[in-house]
């Protein structure tokens, strides 16, 4: 094994699948997490992801292939590499009838080298300071998820899985696990690797997504603030002050009229000469917007409009 450096990736799926009678579950899934990333898993019902994340933990066996969590290989060396990893599948279980701080208590006795000072950094770091000494019977659903984080990081792992952590939480308990989820990527240096059906937050909170249908990785894309995702060429419309001469103008970039402005497939340093051969024509250009498709509307193009889950 090649000791790992702080760039290299956090885990390694290779070639993962999963076979089940003659039904391919997961078909030979290959994808890289980098450090302090959070990494959404999208994909429809029966996709493969609560699949790809239970053989991730080691709650089920993979047909062939490996993941490597920080050099560990999760097939022939377990214990070593789920060292590196914390998760939450579905929801946190908690004893309810004992304190937040209670329960970090009791479970930090089950790893060598969690002190009381961790345990308070985690409390604050999940916002649950105030709350912690309350009976887990008396939180919310959203701070239980809250102290299910708190539980899973306490020792420092390289890797946080959650699956669906959203599921149930309305919409102040989501923004607020979104915002934690990347302080935790930001302050803690963790690699977070969330699935979830909402692809309105996994656009707000993922830092890159990897799309999966029928047990198939069919794409991974970074989100960027202002950054297209869809390709090299992007919808670019152009407000000028005579958009029918306009188009006429840039026929041969395939110009077209829409929302009385024109739109144009180009890229970065084409816009600016566009821009430029519409100054030089005599028009007045008011504007340029990028047209972005939301990943919702990528989402649905490249899985046929099936439903997410």
């Not at 699948?17 to 579950?25: A, L, Q, V």
């Not at 993979?62 to 070593?80: A, Q």
């Not at 887990?136 to 699956?163: C, E, F, N, W």
């Not at 950054?227 to 005579?242: G, K, M, T």
Request: glycine share 8%; proline share 4%.
């Amino acid at each position: 094994m090649v000791n790992p450096t702080p760039n290299d990736p956090v885990v390694q799926l290779k070639n993962v699948t999963k076979i089940i009678g003659r039904r391919t579950i997961i078909d030979h899934v290959t994808l890289d997490l980098p450090p302090a990333e959070v990494f959404g898993f999208l994909g429809p019902n029966g996709s493969g992801k609560t699949t790809t994340i239970r053989m991730m933990v080691g709650l089920m066996a993979m047909t062939d292939g490996d993941v490597i969590i920080r050099g560990h290989s999760v097939r022939t060396d377990f214990e070593k590499a789920i060292r590196h990893v914390g998760a939450i599948v579905e929801n946190p279980e908690m004893y309810k009838y004992l304190t937040g701080f209670q329960n970090l208590l009791h479970y930090s006795r089950m790893v060598p080298g969690i002190t009381r000072q961790r345990i308070d950094e985690v409390v604050e770091l999940v916002g649950l300071t105030a709350r912690i000494n309350d009976k887990v019977k008396t939180y919310s659903l959203g701070m239980r998820q809250r102290l299910g984080v708190a539980q899973a990081i306490m020792h420092k792992p390289s890797l946080l899985i959650l699956d669906e952590p959203t599921n149930g939480l309305d919409p102040a308990g989501i923004r607020e696990l979104r915002d934690y989820l990347r302080k935790l990527a930001k302050d803690e240096g963790i690699t977070v690797f969330v699935s979830s059906h909402l692809l309105s937050e996994m656009e707000l909170m993922c830092d890159r997504v990897a799309i999966i249908q029928a047990g198939k990785l069919i794409d991974v894309r970074s989100i960027r603030q202002g950054v297209p995702l869809a390709s090299d060429l992007n919808r670019v419309l152009f407000d000028v002050d005579r958009p029918d001469e306009a188009v006429k103008l840039l026929a041969d970039n395939g110009a077209m009229l829409e929302q009385g402005a024109v739109l144009v497939n180009a890229d970065r340093e084409s816009i600016a000469r566009i821009n430029a051969a519409l100054v030089s024509a005599g028009h007045n250009v008011y504007g340029i917007r990028v047209l972005n498709k939301s990943l919702e509307e990528q989402f649905l193009e490249m899985t046929g409009g099936e439903s997410v889950v």
